[in-house]
């Protein structure tokens, strides 16, 4: 619960919440099938479930998938095939 509270108090839009929820949804679906996940792994299921992300949200997407990460929401290897999350 204070997990689900900590992360609704982060999120700064519906697009960011849109971003999130995608991304979640995404690992869970693929938590059910494999026992080690990878960023990529789930970069690849969201961009097969939203394609036109590749081109407008890419950024924003492995952005998600690590910060998710990072604050433990899920559990995911790095693969380093991921774009860059600095901004050039």
């Not at 690849?44 to 604050?71: F, G, Q, R």
Request: hydrophobic content about 35%.
């Amino acid at each position: 619960m204070k997990k689900t509270v900590d992360l609704f108090g982060r999120i700064k839009s519906t697009d960011q919440a849109e971003m999130i929820a995608t991304v979640l949804y995404s690992y869970d679906e693929l938590n059910n099938g494999k026992q080690e996940i990878s960023d990529k792994d789930v970069y690849d299921y969201v961009m097969s479930w939203k394609p036109h992300w590749k081109t407008e949200k890419n950024y924003e997407v492995c952005d998600t998938i690590h910060n998710l990460a990072m604050l433990s929401l899920i559990s995911v290897t790095h693969s380093n095939l991921l774009s860059d999350t600095v901004l050039f």
